[in-house]
């Protein structure tokens, strides 16, 4: 059978993830970055590992220890996913490292809320939903699963929504975006209904799409589509937001790459 | 009928394997004979968002479709087309839109054909549309809906059915962002095969009733899913090793087709169907290079190595510098086909299959995997112990992991990140269990329990 040289090959391909590899493993990075206080760090540590049993473990010994649990989710959980997300955004973990750490942090919510009457601030509110039709929905759930990563409160309505229903819900949740993700072309038309149904309704919040077949041209066609190429980019358009960028054209300046 | 198995490969070895040849050509359509010594380009395209408004401006749309297509192929002088229409949803919940749509493109193929003689054969790949918003229903009410548009559009022009099954994907959509490989596994290899051995059997019932031919599925839910999500060399959201492994366990669960009454040709985005035609001998479709109007991939030339019909697999329909993209992308095609067939008629074509190969062989773990050489060892593990679909799928996903340990030792390179995901999914496999019953019962209690939209009945579990 054919072959190359090792020289050879090099002239056909090169293998840039290996060539750019960063000298650091995973543990190593986090491990600069969690906070150096002996009752959070274990619970920061426990979110990157994404180990569930652990988290509340954590967070146990730091409520006897007198913290307060709603304090804990931003002071030791969303510092503990802020360190997921950064290593993340740098390229030194992937995705399913951040979705384990997402539902270990969830896990560590709903034990905080439990043990405290209180109701945790987040940052806002993101409605998300599948596009009428389409009942493809991983791209939705690494939507959601990043948001909430990142402090949002996210309202899920699920895959295949009628855009009636999709307005219900931004008109009652009131929230700083909406996401609509889509795998078919045929389906990613329901965004348009969907963007003259909240404009009819004199509502004006950036809607956030993305997904299979779905790109910039198309989403740049209706007045409230901000396109994001990667499930990624959904926090950060939010993030934007809450910083004060609210105009559509401007959010297009910052995330439209084509 | 109970699936037969295969416990034998039909290939002595895998040099003997090429393109445009298979063990086992089909005729179909309008004179063509597909794996028989040439091969064939497969266009496949989606209609704009806006003509799935109606049933009249779906079928208008392709027509123009079609149209375009049979016209282009005999302004450059194409000998054979085949024409992929997957079903938007409209077509496959409403068996008289596909239907429809079904007649008229038919009618204007053999308009062509009569005028002209060009070969062709009209594939229909019907959605799998068994599921409503919040759960999959492989069995319910719409288990009949979807078989009636397999018969409707059988009825009315389609030569080839064909479908991409969605099988297991509760489970795997949950398992591939949580590199839980025992939960890939039992998700392709046993549910995807479970539910593949009962709709297969009943498309090729169809196929045999209708006089048209039942030709295979792929798991693109699942494997390009994961293909998907690994993306290119710098996308970080899923290690291109743990892809290649749920692209191995499809091998075995896209088989069951074949063995339960399909014939082929495979359908396109099954990038596992140098597997399965290691395996059953049958003619495949396959696409890459010219696939990158739909998505990129890391193996362009290497999966044309041994395709019998070379597709797009799909483009939007609307105008280019050249042309409507049908015809852009079908011209495309047919130059790669005409290539092959002169390497064919020139006796060149081992050495044209194994420059395609040897571009890709070391680019990613997944290239290297279905090289044709590994792809048939990758074959044997799975007829190896071909009675049983929880080991033939485990079997695969181990060979698999040894083959790209033993490519990163040689000229793979893998990063270190690729490397550990790779120890970890090997190690994930080692801890399984040799017995099926065992492995079914601890996976449908797991998942019952972490996956809400799991319903077992589903499978008949």
Known sequence: MLDFTEASLKKVLTRYNVALEKAMTPEEAAEELYPKDELIYPIAKAIFEGEEDDVVEGLEAAIDAGKDPINLIDDALMVGMGVVIKLYDEGIIFLPNVMMSADAMLDGIEYCKENSGATPKTKGTVVCHVAEGDVHDIGKNIVTALLRANGFNVVDLGRDVPAEEVLDAVKKEKPIMLTGTALMTTTMYAFKEVNDKLLENGIKIPFACGGGAVNQDFVSQFALGVYGEEAADAPKIADAIIAGTTDITALRDMFHKH | ?461
């Not at chain 2, 099954?165 to 596994?185: H, Q, T």
């Not at chain 2, 479970?194 to 494997?223: L, N, P, Y």
């Open chain 2, 1 to 461: 009928m109970a699936a037969k198995r295969y416990t034998s490969m039909a290939y002595a070895n895998a040099d003997e394997m090429t393109f445009g040849v298979s063990k086992y050509p089909v005729k179909a359509g309008l004179g063509l004979e597909i794996g028989a010594g040439y091969t064939i380009p497969e266009i496949n395209y989606a209609p704009r968002p806006e003509a799935g408004a109606s049933k009249e401006k779906l079928v208008k749309e392709y027509e123009r479709i079609t149209t375009d297509i049979m016209e282009r192929m005999v302004q450059v002088g194409f000998p054979a087309i085949i024409l992929e229409t997957e079903h938007v949803q409209q077509m496959s919940n409403n068996p008289s839109w596909g239907a429809e749509v079904a007649h008229a493109q038919k009618t204007i193929m053999e308009k062509y054909h009569d005028e002209y003689g060009i070969k062709c054969a009209l594939r229909h790949t019907i959605g799998d549309i068994r599921e409503n918003r919040e759960f999959m229903q492989l069995r319910g009410d719409k288990y009949s809906v979807f078989l009636e548009a397999f018969e409707q559009c059988a009825e009315n022009g389609a030569d080839l059915l064909s479908v991409e099954s969605m099988g297991g994907k509760e489970i795997f959509d949950y398992a591939v962002l949580r590199n839980d490989i025992p939960g890939m596994l039992y998700a392709i290899g046993c549910l995807g095969s479970i539910d593949m051995e009962m709709i297969w059997t009943d498309i090729s019932k169809i196929a045999k009733k209708t006089g048209t031919v039942s030709a295979g599925d792929t798991d693109c839910s699942q494997a390009n899913t994961a293909m998907f999500i690994g993306g290119g060399l710098l996308n970080k959201n899923l290690a291109h090793t743990i892809a290649v492994i749920a692209r191995a366990i499809s091998a075995p669960r896209s088989l069951v087709a074949y063995e339960a009454g399909a014939v082929g040709p495979g359908k396109d985005c099954g990038y596992e169907n140098i597997i399965v035609k290691a395996i059953t001998g049958m003619p495949m479709t396959m696409e890459g290079k010219t696939s990158t109007c739909a998505h990129s991939d890391v193996m362009g030339n290497l999966v044309m190595q041994c395709c019998d019909c070379w597709s797009n697999e799909s483009v939007e329909y609307h105008g280019e510098f050249g042309g409507t993209t049908v015809q852009c992308w079908s011209e495309t095609l047919a130059y790669d086909c005409a290539l092959m067939n002169t390497a064919l008629e020139t006796k060149n074509d081992k050495v044209l299959r194994d420059l395609m190969m040897l571009s890709d062989r070391y680019r990613d773990p997944q290239a290297y995997m279905l090289a044709y050489d590994n792809a048939y060892r990758v074959g044997q593990a799975i007829v190896k112990d071909g009675d049983n679909i929880y080991l033939r799928a485990k079997n695969a996903a181990v060979e698999c992991c040894k083959i790209v340990e033993e490519g990163a030792a040689d000229k793979l390179e893998l990063s270190r990140f690729e490397t550990k995901a790779l120890a970890d999914a090997k190690a994930a496999l080692e801890a399984l269990p040799d017995d099926m019953d065992k492995f079914m019962g601890d996976c449908l209690t797991k998942y019952k329990n972490e996956v809400k939209v799991f319903k077992p009945e589903n499978y008949g579990l």
